[in-house]
């Protein structure tokens, strides 16, 4: 009689050698390019990916600073699924133009976004990302400008009440700026998250995303059976819910405002996203996932290019300095709110969040599925089926491109007629937005809307830096916060 146990470990090893035949080619290119981390049977280096979001970014840093004194890769297995791991922009520029599929890590995000188009698989991606595009048109971004100031002018004065007192953090200033933005101009309706103490909407957004962050970056908890039984997924599955259950009503909501509007031949209300989104061709789902896709990609990274921003100018006083004087040369002694017309005139500050956004970039990795082949200039040929993980705060940081200067902050490297030198010729090896055609759809709001909230910022108050041991700001994966305090 064969025993139990002796059989499970036979078919273990039989699936492991399975595995291992399967992905040979994967195998040997991972040995080829190599990492410093030794990978784990069964979790690969998922063990260095355990904790919060701060050490999972701290993770990411380690395999970004590797990949750069490896010439611009090195290997990275989460599970069974191997990434290579890139800081070079012409690595990155061979992959990004060519592979357009996301992969794995950004598959569980499909529990809430379906097929929304921040995730879907090529095919659902192109026709819906040629239907959002002409949404995010000059003139309309223009006409939200209006409701970013006016959610500026609410956070300046929600300052009012912690300036002139102790250091306290200007996270949650912006991230609620942002929500209250981002769902005005998306769902057009006012959320008050800057008002509010508790919103049972953005408390399920933020929680889900929490725990999906988690999920993505832990291969322990990918297997679908085993984590429905964790008490995560119960959690997980009620913040969707209500999260769904609260964009639906607003769908409903307008189809019957558009009703309305059609009977009494229209109004001049501003319209939103969803608005727009409505009278595309696409299903009330679709529309359901594309708003909820505008929603996660639009709220968070504009907070955190926005924090990390007014972090730095609370350290650098003299660029404060700079930021305030081209405010003062646009406005004068006004107390006009600012204006979409303002914006293009402020292009120090353009610079400086750029800069800001170098160091501090919102999306600090993004992945690449490799659905075929990609040879590279150096004649290494990443293989299909393998994936990519762009470690963009690595490749912003690549002193090869960047120089020794890499890590100072310097605004001047992106202005416009700068005689600097210091910036790289190179386009891809700047890519906050992402790059190639998979780019973010949002760059130009969100450049807009962190514009509007900072210059609201800085022509009322000082920032000054923290009154704790000098630190520079740091990054969490997912949710990337500005953990040094600023004062007021
Ligand atoms: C500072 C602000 C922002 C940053 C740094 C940022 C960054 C990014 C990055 C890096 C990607 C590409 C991810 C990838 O290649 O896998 C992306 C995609 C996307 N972003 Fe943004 N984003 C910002 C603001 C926004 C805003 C405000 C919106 C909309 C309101 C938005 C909507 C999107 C959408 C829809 C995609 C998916 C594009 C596609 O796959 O076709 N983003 N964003």
Known sequence: MVSPYFLIILIWLIWVLFKRWQLRRIINLSQAIGSRY???????????FAGDGEGRMTAFKKFGLEATKNNGMTSLWLGYDYYTVISDPVIAEAIMKTCLEKGYL?????????????????????????????????????A???VFSQQSEILADRLASVADKNTFSIWKYFTTYSMDSVCETTLGIKVHAQRLSHSPFL????????????????????????YHWLPQHAILRAHRDNIWNYIDKIIKMKIEERK?????????????????????????????????????AGSDTSAVGAAFTACLLSQYSHVQDKVYDELYAVFGDSQRPVE??????????????????????PAAVIARKLDKDVVLPSGITLVKGSGALINIWA?????????KDAELFLPDRFLPASSDTRAPQRHAAYMPFSYGPRNCIGYQYGMMSMKTALATIVRRYRLLPAALPPRPPHHR???THCASNTTL
Request: hydrophobic residues 40%; aromatic residues 10%.
């Open 260 to 296: 309305c509007e059609q009977l009494s031949n229209g109004s001049e209300r501003d319209k939103s996203l969803l608005d727009m989104l409505l009278t595309s061709s696409l299903s009330e789902l679709e529309v359901r996932e594309e708003t909820l896709v505008l929603v996660l």
């Open 340 to 361: 979409a017309e303002d914006l293009s005139k402020l292009k120090y500050l353009e610079a400086v969040i750029k800069e800001s956004m170098r160091l501090y970039p």
């Open 477 to 479: 994966a997912h949710r």
């Open 203 to 226: 408390w399920a957004f933020e929680q889900y995303c929490r725990l999906t962050a988690a999920r993505m970056c832990q291969p322990w908890l990918w297997a679908s059976p085993l």
């Open 106 to 142: 950004m598959e569980v995000f499909s529990h809430l976004l379906g097929n929304g188009s921040l995730i879907a698989p090529v095919n659902i991606w192109r026709p819906r990302r040629k239907l959002v595009t002409p949404n995010f048109s000059l003139k309309n971004l223009q």
């Open 395 to 403: 490749m912003h940081r690549n002193p090869r491109y960047w120089g």
């Open 38 to 48: 030794p990978a784990l049977p069964l979790i690969g280096h998922g063990y260095l």
């Open 144 to 146: 939200f400008v209006k």
